[in-house]
């Protein structure tokens, strides 16, 4: 695994995409609380237009966000990185010992742990299937420090979902602040 500290969310997902050779990914493109009325997915290879892509969605409203989506083709086949956003109260009140004594509860055993200026993310390093994802999200329910909304939106939606880059609400780039390991 490679040493990420200190990098930015758009550096894990570049690593895990050479890492696990996909072939494709979605970004997606929303706005925050619209019911998914403004989502888009754009499909990529590669990170190489994020930067366009964010300036062409910011001409349209500067509210927009870009997130990476967990579904990934690899080899031909659809799979998942695990991913969780938790929620403001991890931050504030548990802390990343919390999120990692849930890592290791819900079974993970190598990611990254990311700081994202109100709450923390995570990254999976491996692939799941189809099933293993929608069990994992399943069971992250069952956490309330992992947001309820969080998983019933990414359940609905097929995908998990975390956001790559600043917009003008949340202007911090997620950064990893751990390398969590078992």
Not at 82 to 92: A, G, L, R, T
Not at 116 to 144: A, T, V
Request: glycine share 6%; with cysteine; net charge positive.
């Amino acid at each position: 695994m490679e040493n990420l500290g200190g990098k930015y969310a758009v550096d894990v997902v570049d690593y895990l995409l050479k890492k696990y050779g996909v072939e494709e990914f979605y970004y997606r493109a929303y706005i925050r609380k619209t019911e998914d009325v403004f989502d888009k997915e754009i499909p990529a290879k590669n990170l190489t237009n994020l930067k366009e892509l964010h300036k062409k969605f910011l001409k349209i409203d500067s509210r927009y966000e870009i997130s990476f989506q967990s579904k990934v083709l690899v080899k031909g086949r659809y799979k998942h990185f695990p991913m969780i956003d938790f929620s403001n109260s991890v931050v504030k009140e548990y802390g990343i010992d919390r999120v990692e004594e849930l890592l290791f509860e819900l079974g993970e055993s190598k990611g990254f742990i990311l700081n994202s200026g109100r709450c923390l993310h995570y990254y999976g390093d491996n692939l799941i299937s189809e099933k293993e994802w929608r069990d994992f999200m399943n069971k992250c329910s069952g956490y309330p420090e992992i947001g309820e909304r969080y998983v019933s939106h990414q359940l609905r939606r097929g995908k998990a979902s975390l956001r790559l880059i600043t917009n003008e609400l949340k202007p911090q780039n997620p950064v990893v602040v751990k390398i969590f390991t078992q």
